[in-house]
């Protein structure tokens, strides 16, 4: 990662000067795809965890299941048993609470359920489906294609809505139409929480604009994507999402005005890996609660108008100078980690600098946690900090980072009713 945003010397201006700097690596050392996949490794540890973990190896000799089959012959589930009385008392329970069941296990093993009896047929066709590439093991030799397809005929085969798919695992590199396939699935199923990633090339593929479709999502992160144009219209495109994660996707300034526009119930907005993709982040939402921005490269960070946002979390990644500005934000308690160094804060039109006389428009009394990376052996920084503290009159806890300090320290104390948390690291 440390290459990708260091090596030509400066910050990147759009991903196509990304896309160049992989391959002038290729020439000396690991191909662009080798460090993508070292970038794509560490931001898919950021994700929320799989609903379903990914089930242990499996050494059966059903190498030939298929997840779209329903030719199998009923088992006879009311056959002898070691212990009981040798009845299906398992069958027997409601089909709500089967279903249920049904919709933790893997997706491999809940498709098998089919086989046991014709009831069991129908709890799967009634349940919600669970798709997570992580679950699928291609045989030896089969193509990326396959994969591709497999989730594709996955979705399109279930007659039943889609609950929640993964797709973490697998590149859509030259399988457009089988992609464009599989996004027009989960709108028409449904969808309410998605997580696709192209792993890992190329970096600008498109995402197709069905996704726009699906008006159902209540979750959707997407990672290495060109996100599309949004058209103006009057019904918003995502009506019922609530958490949104844009990673190492190209989302243009314009795009991300209206994608935020079509999500009126936003809740938590998630950036990494964003280069200059948008190139400002505004934040202007009536219901969003958590932004986390992390090693991004925004121009600048506003906060226009959002009345309910409590948390404003960033760790940014910059080689020049940065506005942080705070509009409207009236229920804000916790902020971080501002960089003396790197970041300018404003506050209701009111640039903070140290030493200055403090005004009632620049202080923010809803904050109650900051976290901030000083160096102690700048004197500015100090009284920065000073002044700083005179901006929240009700902050609680205080986290500090001490820039250039090798040893790893922890101090709580109280100084006049505000208890200090301070990390020196």
Not at 28 to 38: F, K, L, Y
Not at 112 to 134: I, K, N, Y
Request: glycine share 6%; with cysteine.
């Amino acid at each position: 990662m440390a290459a990708a945003a260091h090596g030509g010397g400066g910050e990147f201006m759009s991903y196509a000067d990304i896309e160049e700097q992989f391959n002038n690596m290729a020439l000396e050392g690991p191909s662009a795809q080798d460090g993508m996949v070292c970038i794509v490794s560490l931001i898919i540890s950021c994700l929320p965890p799989p609903l379903v973990p990914a089930p242990e190896a499996d050494d059966s000799d059903d190498d030939h299941f298929s997840l779209t089959s329903s030719d199998s012959e009923d088992a006879d589930a009311n056959g002898p048993a070691q212990d009981g009385d040798g009845q299906d008392h398992f069958s027997r329970l409601p089909r709500n609470l089967l279903s249920n069941i049904m919709s933790r296990l893997p997706t491999k093993e809940a498709a098998r359920t089919m086989v046991l009896s014709t009831r069991w047929r129908c709890v799967w066709a009634a349940t919600p489906l669970l798709v997570d590439d992580g679950h699928f093991r291609a045989a030896e030799g089969h193509s990326v294609f396959d994969a591709v397809r497999g989730i594709s005929l996955c979705v399109a085969a279930h007659p039943g809505s889609i609950r929640a798919v993964r797709i973490t695992r697998t590149s859509f590199y030259e399988q457009e139409y089988a992609l464009q396939r599989l996004v027009a699935g989960l709108a028409a199923k449904k969808i309410q929480d998605l997580i696709l990633f192209n792993r890992p090339w190329p970096i600008n593929m498109p995402l197709p604009d069905d996704i726009l479709r699906c008006a159902s999502l209540s979750r959707l992160y997407i990672g290495i994507w060109n996100f599309p144009d949004i058209p103006t219209a009057h019904r918003p495109a995502f009506p019922n999402l609530h958490e949104l994660g844009l990673f190492h996707s190209m989302v243009e300034d314009k795009k991300f005005n209206a994608l935020l526009a079509h999500c009126p119930e936003l809740k938590i907005l998630s950036f990494a890996l964003s280069y200059n993709y948008p190139s400002c982040l505004r934040i202007k939402s009536r219901s969003l609660r958590v932004v986390l921005e992390w090693v991004c490269t925004f121009d600048k960070i506003i906060v226009d108008n959002a009345p309910c946002l409590e948390r404003l979390l960033f760790e940014s990644f910059s080689e020049r100078r940065r506005p942080v500005k705070i509009v409207h934000a009236s229920r804000l308690e916790v902020l971080g980690f501002l960089d003396f160094q790197l970041h300018a804060l404003e506050i209701g039109g009111t640039v903070i600098r140290a030493g200055m006389t403090m005004k009632d428009g620049a202080m923010l009394p809803s904050l109650k946690i900051l976290a901030v990376k000083v160096q102690f052996s700048h004197d500015k920084e100090v009284k920065m900090l000073h002044t700083l503290l005179r901006c929240f009159p009700c902050l609680e806890t205080l986290h500090i980072m001490l820039i250039g300090v090798l040893a790893v320290h922890c101090y709580t104390f109280q100084i006049d009713n505000i208890v200090h948390s301070i990390l020196v690291s």
